[in-house]
């Protein structure tokens, strides 16, 4: 049975590559994905603005949006905002070829935070359509419901080949497959769109690698203003795999003389396996947060599938037959992409974190595709434990009574981020990750729901906020909308809004004892005191302490206002959890990316000792910020082991001091496991080879000696 296809081809034009939009072309920018012919360059999205949101965004000088069409064109039609622009110029324009560019409109005082219709007539003659930021000075400018009107035809003859029912842009190919040695016809249609004049057909002409296996059984000489006529061809493959050729239809069109078809044909039920496996896998500005890899091409290969995986090489292999899109599985891995791109960048990089990566070559669109899955290009990076800089704190000393105002004075100013900002930078960037189906999927911090989704990801639509850690009813700046404590990326994180946003309100962090609600992993209730209070999942309990801990330090004292804790908020809460939950590798790059973006870091991930020296109650500085009343409270309440109950591992800690020795002793009163640690913060014990039991662990302070119990699992 045959099965004919059409796939649109890549046509050269200057330094970029483009496909064509076939006329009538629109979109409202739904997605990322542009449509065939449409190409972008810096451009982001306004996802919950529009005149029928999303709306494509223009941030910088040089973003672009370029469409380059097929025919003569009609009126083109936009909806056009600028958001706080002044003095910059927006330009749509036009162009032949693609190199040469006329200006068809310029903007230079565009409709302020409302989208206005705006109607442009371009020449007959132009095929391509570029909107850009020519010249940026303040504001941005967004885009949407973009459409390009088929043109008036013509007196002149004009060419246009279908099949299907579907047009065939020059330079496109068309696909077709068959049994070996089994003749199927092809049919296309030649159309004359002139009004007046004969389209003539002097030849068409069928060459290339595998020309012998296509056969021209016909074309029409004449086709009359306004008819069409059928143009026949025939595939014979002779072997199996890729059989390729090209259609040449000469006539007396004006501007396409040479009508130009590529003919894909297919022996057989796959392409024709490539030969060769790419080479030179190399990794360059690799970060906590992100990476770039590049790798040569081999000759004669359609595309490039990239699988990676964390930890271990991968063992799993594409299967013939299968177009794999970003995000899926396959077996022990995961696809950062399939295309003919020789580069790229995956997402979801965090810190200290060996990355495995293996590349096959294919042919074959569809369900044609055919992978070279033997001895694959494989390499693998480790990114950096972090990116902090070695002096950044060197300047600090805790046990200076000006600790604390030397720490504010060191992240505080920085660089402000807009709010607005956050989907664009922060969740394209580094908190969303790859999911099957070319989607992606965004954590909510408090309760661990993951959120599916297709790019560009939508608050207001995916029913999620930037949630502010440190409330903004807390802050003495409150309302605070237009400052930098309110945009500031270190105490947001994405949350659904109304199961777990609302659901904390302004409510302090705490340990619930008494449930009254709860969203997933997240509950609201009250403490053991009575107190109302929200605890969040437990993976990031530490992170959200850190993050309402650096807003109070960072912004304490500016215009006179003292950020010290509602006295609703117990910080001894929030340093247990601190010390319970220590910033994983996730947080640590987090911290890496938003310095990267503000110019500033939060120290309490940096260094889990700061705290001790901060009271947050009052923003003073207290060398003794961790203790409790009294040193004999000292081994129930400042002596943390998490977890307990544990299998593999064991933390030790004791706020506000250091840990010189342990032991961990069975119920025998063996010492099982003892090491002198040189004063550390914090000690991992590896407890593998421990029997299942109850054991004490003790350990040696500056303070003093204190012990606990723990389990074996």
């Known amino acids: 049975m045959k099965k004919i296809i059409l796939i649109v081809s890549v046509v050269f034009l200057t330094l970029a590559s483009y496909s064509?939009?076939?006329?009538?072309?629109?979109?409202?920018?739904?997605?990322?994905?542009?449509?065939?012919?449409?190409?972008?360059?810096?451009?982001?999205?306004?996802?919950?603005?529009?005149n029928t949101p999303p709306a494509m965004k223009f941030d910088g000088t040089g973003d672009y949006l370029i469409i380059n069409i097929n025919s003569n064109p009609g009126d083109?039609?936009?909806?056009?905002?600028?958001?706080?622009?002044?003095?910059g110029t927006f330009t749509i324009e036009e162009s032949d070829f693609g190199v040469t560019w006329t200006t068809l409109h310029e903007h230079t005082s565009p409709p302020n935070a409302t989208y206005m219709p705006f109607t442009d007539t371009p020449q007959s003659t132009t095929r391509f359509i570029r909107f850009i930021y020519t010249n940026k000075v303040t504001g941005n400018i967004g885009i949407d419901d973009v459409s390009i009107d088929v043109g008036a035809a013509t007196p002149a003859q004009e060419i246009n080949v279908k099949a299907g029912g579907s047009t065939i842009i020059s330079g496109e190919t068309y696909i077709v497959d068959a049994p070996v040695l089994t003749t199927i016809p092809i049919t296309l249609l030649i159309e004359n769109l002139g009004t007046l004049d004969t389209l003539q057909i002097s030849s068409a002409t069928i060459s290339g690698t595998n020309a012998a296996d296509f056969g021209l059984v016909s074309f029409p000489p004449n086709v009359a203003a306004n008819d069409s006529a059928d143009l026949l061809l025939s595939f014979t493959p002779s072997a199996t795999g890729t059989r390729n050729a090209v259609l040449n239809i000469i006539s007396n069109d004006m501007d396409e003389s040479t009508y130009i078809i590529n003919l894909y044909g297919i022996g057989g039920n796959l392409a024709t396996e490539p030969t060769d496996q790419p080479i030179n896998l190399l990794f360059s500005n690799v970060k906590t947060y992100k990476m770039n890899a590049a790798f040569s091409p081999t000759d004669s290969v359609e595309g490039y599938l990239v699988l990676r995986k964390k930890g271990s090489p991968i063992t799993?292999?594409?299967?013939?037959?299968?177009?794999?899109?970003?995000?899926?599985?396959?077996?022990?891995?995961?696809?950062?992409?399939?295309?003919?791109?020789?580069?790229?960048?995956?997402?979801?990089?965090?810190?200290?974190?060996?990355?495995?990566?293996?590349?096959?070559?294919?042919?074959?669109?569809?369900?044609?595709?055919?992978?070279?899955?033997?001895?694959?290009?494989?390499?693998?990076?480790?990114?950096?434990?972090?990116?902090?800089?070695?002096?950044?704190?060197?300047?600090?000393?805790?046990?200076?009574?000006?600790?604390?105002?030397?720490?504010?004075?060191?992240?505080?100013?920085?660089?402000?981020?807009?709010?607005?900002?956050?989907?664009?930078?922060?969740?394209?960037?580094?908190?969303?990750?790859?999911t099957t189906e070319d989607r992606r999927v965004v954590t909510c911090v408090y309760s661990g729901e993951n959120k599916i989704y297709n790019e560009p990801f939508d608050f207001t639509a995916n029913g999620y906020s930037r949630e502010h850690t440190y409330c903004h009813s807390w802050m003495p700046t409150n309302p605070a909308y237009s400052l930098p404590e309110y945009s500031d990326y270190h105490h947001l994180f994405p949350a659904n809004l109304n199961s777990a946003n609302i659901l904390r309100s302004n409510k302090p962090l705490g340990e619930v004892v008494n449930q009254t609600s709860s969203f997933l992993a997240c509950k609201l209730g009250t403490n053991a005191n009575g107190e109302t209070v929200f605890e969040p999942r437990d993976r990031h309990k530490g992170d959200a302490a850190r993050a309402i801990m650096y807003e109070a330090i960072c912004y304490t004292t500016i215009s006179g206002n003292s950020w010290a804790l509602p006295s609703s908020q117990d910080q001894m809460i929030l340093k247990q959890w601190h010390f319970q939950d220590p910033p994983d590798n996730w947080e640590i790059a987090r911290?890496?990316?938003?310095?990267?973006?503000?110019g500033n870091r939060n120290p309490?991930?940096?260094?889990?000792?700061?705290?001790?020296?901060?009271?947050?109650?009052?923003?003073?500085?207290?060398?003794?910020?961790?203790?409790?009343?009294?040193?004999?409270?000292?081994?129930?309440k400042q002596f943390i082991i998490y977890p307990n109950p544990c299998n593999n591992q064991l933390n030790l800690h004791v706020d506000a001091t250091t840990i010189s020795s342990y032991q961990i002793i069975d119920y025998l009163g063996r010492i099982v496991i003892s090491e002198d640690v040189n004063n550390a913060t914090l000690v991992r014990v590896n407890t593998s080879k421990l029997n299942p039991g109850v054991y004490t662990v003790k350990v040696v302070t500056e303070l003093g000696e204190i012990q606990k119990s723990i389990i074996v699992d």
Not at 35 to 47: C, H, I, M, Q, V
Not at 354 to 367: H, Q, T, V, W
Not at 610 to 615: A, P, S, W
């Open 20 to 50: 064509q939009a076939i006329l009538p072309t629109s979109w409202s920018f739904p997605t990322v994905n542009l449509p065939n012919g449409w190409t972008e360059s810096g451009t982001n999205f306004y996802t919950a603005s529009g």
């Open 591 to 598: 911290n890496d990316f938003i310095d990267s973006l503000q």
């Open 604 to 636: 309490f991930i940096d260094s889990i000792d700061y705290v001790c020296f901060i009271n947050f109650s009052d923003m003073t500085y207290d060398a003794l910020a961790c203790m409790t009343a009294s040193t004999e409270d000292l081994s129930s």
């Open 76 to 87: 083109l039609t936009y909806y056009l905002t600028g958001n706080g622009f002044s003095g």
């Open 316 to 434: 799993g292999a594409p299967i013939d037959g299968t177009v794999y899109q970003r995000g899926d599985i396959i077996g022990d891995a995961q696809v950062v992409f399939s295309s003919n791109a020789t580069s790229f960048s995956p997402n979801n990089i965090i810190a200290g974190t060996n990355y495995y990566f293996a590349i096959y070559s294919y042919n074959g669109p569809d369900n044609f595709r055919n992978y070279l899955t033997n001895t694959p290009l494989v390499g693998d990076v480790v990114t950096p434990n972090s990116m902090m800089p070695a002096s950044y704190y060197s300047n600090l000393s805790t046990a200076s009574s000006t600790f604390m105002n030397d720490l504010h004075a060191l992240i505080n100013p920085h660089q402000t981020q807009y709010y607005s900002y956050y989907d664009d930078l922060m969740i394209a960037f580094f908190e969303a990750r790859d």
